[in-house]
């Protein structure tokens, strides 16, 4: 097959030529960069929490007034909690991953460091086991090290143990023992017992990689400071067990009201909600745009095949075979689609180059430029095909005829 | 003429159907998908106070120890409650008034409603006139109820309707966590969107439902919301008049850009008394941005929101791309035809005219069903998670938009084809039949 035929006819025909060049340019930038981020949300929905999540679910409740018995109060709701069938564990927590509302602080190697790295504080009784987090280096807390809430707060905070996040401790050490370390909060020294799979902060801050800044300190918290009850429990009952214990909860003391009952699968699922949204605009977008580049290239073949009826007829008579014809339209088609991926490849390097400065959005990785090619070769040689076979069914006596 | 023109154009776009449809579809599509993006962006980024948006500053200073400090720096992006009651007391701007946002238990009278949350505004008297809340019974509390603490509260009608079934709640008792305040003034439906005044709490919510003055929400230690910052350990109570903490708002209101930059120097000299007196470490660092730019500053806009925009704009570009080529085909595969109106007189400029007019039919058509899109996309957004959601609409500006876009887009994208379409010279068509 010859490709001099071919170019010298796109020649004569520029601007159409031209424009489907363009059109698959554009289509290719603008899909390239979709996948892209497309599979930058899907990565990022799917990272791990650091918990035992499908087993988790989570109270929020507030009294009226002032509670002068808060940390009774949360023992008794603690132990009636407990009893329910099925509760293999339950926590007063200060904060849950993906709840949003986040106790953080600025921890350092160094005393009262400005520039110190912003972490995510946990607090409550038992939290590894009901988390569901594992320890990697180290130990847990021990019973006798949890201090009182109101104890902390008001600076009786000597020299306590603290257990950081795998990123953490890797961040803080770079590599070497953390255990056993010395880390300042502002002006106060703790020492690192444990180093715990990475459990993921409630909320966005600053780059992706801090997601999983995060401590545990020894500190009961009472349920009225803003977190609530952690329940861990068996999947399948979990959603009884949650109203189980919200009527459990209203019956201790009525004059409370429960915020939010949910687990924390539901938690998480909310808080991607706009992630996944974006991830399907960006999917219907792609799939609109490669058909409208189909049909545009469907639209632009046929015409073409009509225009030379009468030249395919002339090289049919002179012994071209259906097959001839056939692959001349496939190769003119693959010309054009190459045209336009090696443009759509300089745009779709662009517009990441764009979308970086404005939006944030990570370099695009060398590996979704073959992929958005073959994507578009391929869409190419199916949107021609009908024009293609429709060309080589013309019968050579069609030059012998004036149209 | 046009109207000859009309039904050559719609005689046209029969002939070939399938192209036809395929024109009107892709450009209904950019339309449809770049005026939902549009709308959206339109509703997250209007002006939430027109009236006062430039006549209204939002005050920062920077009390933080001097550890950490770079010249340049933002100072914090709230006030501390020493500095906001300061500057209230100086009344040194035409209004001024110190807020955050806060949560309170109310136990209704009726036994049929159990006690329920309500999102409440600690603030002070100004507020109400600085912001032109507008009431439907009562008014609001005086200077003098602020440094009294008194027990009164204003409410929104929705609150007034769920407690005491009308708006006639004036002089009626409200029970907040446990405490009696009177209610003093009914607020019509006030949400300005995003909830400017204070970014902290939810940007495009329902607003607040119960006013309290601040000074009364202190004695009363009612619960505060939003977000705070703390230089150091801050003791038993961080809301305590000496807490070293930022958690309050402050806004003013300086009617002309004299009275603003007046009110600037103001800010430095209470910074520098401040310093002289050992309360601050860090020299003046002080910013008085009016509504839009603090809007700006807090990057209202979520970046996924202009993200969607572009995207359908290249989509839209994509549509017209193709649109071109097609008609470009179209016409010029109608050669003869055009050359034998040409060769019978018809100018160039008529044939042009002609041509453009069959691209100005696709585009209306395109409109019409792009407006569909568009509104189908808009409730597709309305049915979406984010807290925006439900203010996707389309108004009036955006609807002339809507058709003012795919009018423009399709008779820009016939140009070219008409143009080249145009160019057939009478001669060479009748020769070659």
């Known amino acids: ?403 | 003429m046009l109207g000859y023109y009309l039904s050559l154009a719609r005689r046209s776009l029969k002939r070939n159907k399938g192209l036809t449809v395929l024109m009107i579809v892709a450009i209904a599509f950019g339309v449809g998908a770049s005026m939902t993006t549009l709308t959206v962006l339109h509703v997250l980024a209007a002006d939430p106070i027109p009236a006062k948006s430039h006549q209204l500053y939002y005050v920062q200073l920077d009390p933080q120890p001097l550890n950490g400090y770079r010249v340049g720096d933002e100072p914090p992006y709230q006030v501390s409650r020493y500095d906001a009651e300061a500057l209230v007391r100086a009344q040194r701007a035409d209004r001024q008034a110190l807020m955050t946002g806060g949560n309170a238990a109310i136990e209704p009278d009726r036994t049929d409603i159990k006690p329920f949350f309500a999102e409440g505004r600690w603030t002070s008297s100004e507020m109400f006139a600085m912001f032109d809340i507008p009431f439907l019974a009562g008014t609001s509390w005086t200077a003098d109820d602020d440094l009294h603490a008194a027990r009164v509260a204003v409410i929104s009608r929705a609150l007034a309707e769920k407690l005491f079934g009308s708006t006639a709640a004036v002089g009626r008792t409200l029970h907040v966590e446990g405490q009696q305040l009177r209610v003093i003034g009914v607020i019509a439906d006030w949400v300005p969107h995003p909830h400017f005044y204070d970014l902290n709490t939810s940007r495009y919510g329902k607003g607040e439902q119960l006013f309290v003055p601040f000074s009364t929400s202190r004695e009363l230690k009612l619960s505060r919301s939003g977000s705070m910052d703390c230089w150091k350990e801050s003791g038993a109570d961080s809301t305590a008049l000496d807490s070293p903490c930022v958690w309050l708002q402050l806004w003013v209101e300086l009617d002309s850009p004299d009275k603003a930059s007046a009110y600037r120097d103001f800010l430095v000299s209470y910074s520098e008394d401040q310093l002289r007196s050992g309360r601050y470490q860090r020299p003046p660092n002080v910013r008085l941005r009016d509504v839009i730019g603090w809007l700006e500053l807090n990057k209202v806009v979520p970046p996924d929101a202009r993200l969607q925009t572009w995207i359908a704009l290249g989509f839209l570009l994509v549509c017209l791309v193709n649109t071109v080529g097609l008609l470009l085909t179209k016409f010029v595969r109608r050669s003869s035809e055009i050359g034998v109106r040409r060769a019978l007189g018809a100018s160039k400029r008529t044939i042009f005219i002609q041509l453009l007019v069959e691209a100005g039919m696709i585009g209306l058509a395109g409109a019409l069903l792009g407006l569909g899109l568009a509104w189908l996309g808009l409730w597709g957004v309305r049915h979406q998670p984010a807290e925006y959601a439900p203010l996707a609409h389309l108004d009036l500006p955006m609807l002339a938009a809507t058709f003012g876009l795919a009018i423009t887009s399709s008779v820009l994208a016939g140009l070219l084809p008409a143009w080249r379409g145009c160019q057939a010279s009478p001669a060479i068509q009748l020769k070659s039949h």
């Open chain 1, 1 to 403: 097959m010859q490709v001099r035929p071919i170019i010298s006819t796109l020649r004569r025909h520029k601007t159409a030529a031209t424009l489907i060049v363009l059109e698959i340019a554009l289509t290719c930038a603008i899909v390239c960069n979709a996948v892209f981020l497309i599979g930058d949300r899907a990565a990022r929905i799917a990272r791990p929490s650091g918990t035992a999540e499908d087993e988790l679910g989570y109270i929020t409740l507030t009294g009226i007034g002032t509670k002068a018995d808060a940390t009774a109060l949360t023992a008794q709701d603690l132990a009636a909690l407990r009893a329910i069938p099925g509760v293999r564990q339950v926590s007063s927590v200060n904060m849950v991953p993906f709840g949003n509302s986040s106790w953080n602080s600025g921890i350092s190697l160094v005393k009262d460091d400005p520039n110190g790295v912003n972490v995510a504080q946990y607090m409550g009784r038992d939290l590894l086991e009901t988390f569901g987090t594992r320890i990697l280096a180290g130990r847990g807390f021990q019973p006798n090290e949890y201090l009182d809430f109101e104890a902390a707060q008001q600076g009786k905070f000597d020299h306590p143990s603290v257990i950081v996040s795998h990123a953490l401790a890797e961040r803080l050490f770079q590599g070497d023992e953390a255990v056993g370390k010395q880390i300042y909060f502002g002006d106060k020294p703790a020492i690192v017992v444990g180093v715990m799979a990475n459990l993921m902060r409630p909320n966005e801050f600053g780059e992706p990689e801090h997601a999983f800044y995060s401590v545990l300190l020894p500190v009961e918290i009472p349920y009225t400071e803003g977190g609530g009850y952690l329940v861990r429990a068996d999947p399948a009952q979990l959603d009884t067990i949650l109203a189980d214990a919200e009527s459990t909860l209203n019956r201790i003391d009525p004059a409370r009201i429960i915020l939010h009952r949910r687990t924390l699968h539901d938690i998480r699922r909310e808080y991607y909600a706009k992630d996944r949204a974006m991830a399907y605009l960006l999917v219907g977008v792609t799939l609109a745009l490669l058909l409208i580049t189909a049909l545009g290239i469907v639209g632009l073949a046929s015409f073409w095949v009509q225009q030379r009826t009468r030249q395919i007829g002339i090289r049919r008579a002179l012994g071209a075979t259906r097959g001839h014809i056939l692959r001349y339209f496939q190769l003119e088609n693959f010309i054009l689609a190459t045209a336009g991926i090696a443009l759509g490849m300089a745009l779709a390097y662009g517009l990441n180059l764009l979308l970086m400065a404005k939006y944030a959005v990570p370099r695009l990785p060398g590996e979704f430029l073959p992929i958005g090619a073959l994507l578009l070769w391929i869409l190419g040689q199916i949107a021609v095909l009908g024009p293609a076979i429709r060309a080589s069914t013309i019968a050579p006596a069609i030059a012998t005829r004036t149209v």
